[in-house]
């Protein structure tokens, strides 16, 4: 196969997973009017979101397996899914170690969401009423952490 094939194939590739995180914000956003009201249990958007985040992960690295395996050994295309495979993994890695500890720190449950191109951190807590001292204790372990500064911290707490 010729090169300029293979780089059309790897741009398709990426392209691809562009639209496919595109259409996984889209089909998981319900937008809803005002008058409706919606419950969801806790206990449901914690397991629903970690579901979707196995999901959505691990056909990111498929599709990134699938640039490194149809590039040749140190091509631009190959290095570059190298390296975000590497950087998924590692944030991967980083969202479950902050979830277990902010489960530790005696958080009911916890889903982190650490950006892949920024530096800002999202922590969902379960907690019926977030005070300022369990703020400080999460702002605390993501600082020990070396994950992000406070200022890039956003704490959502649901109920």
Not at 27 to 37: L, V
Not at 63 to 68: A, E, G, R
Not at 109 to 119: E, F, Q, R, T, Y
């Amino acid at each position: 196969m010729s090169k300029k094939k293979k780089i059309v194939i790897l741009s398709c590739m990426i392209a691809l997973l562009a639209v496919t995180a595109v259409f996984n914000f889209l089909f998981t956003t319900d937008t809803y009017s005002e008058d409706q009201s919606i419950t969801v249990s806790s206990a449901n958007y914690f397991a629903q979101y970690r579901t979707e985040r196995m999901t959505t992960r691990n056909e990111e690295l498929l599709q990134l397996d699938s640039i490194i395996s149809a590039s040749q050994d140190g091509s631009v295309e190959k290095n570059q899914a190298l390296q975000m495979k590497t950087e998924l993994t590692e944030i991967t890695e980083k969202e479950l170690l902050l979830e277990s500890l902010i489960k530790a720190y005696g958080f009911e449950d916890a889903v982190v969401v650490i950006g892949l191109d920024s530096d800002n951190v999202n922590v969902i807590a379960k907690s019926a009423d977030l005070t300022t001292d369990d703020a400080i204790k999460i702002y605390s372990i993501i600082q020990e952490e070396n994950i992000a500064s406070p200022e890039n911290v956003k704490i959502i707490p649901i109920s």
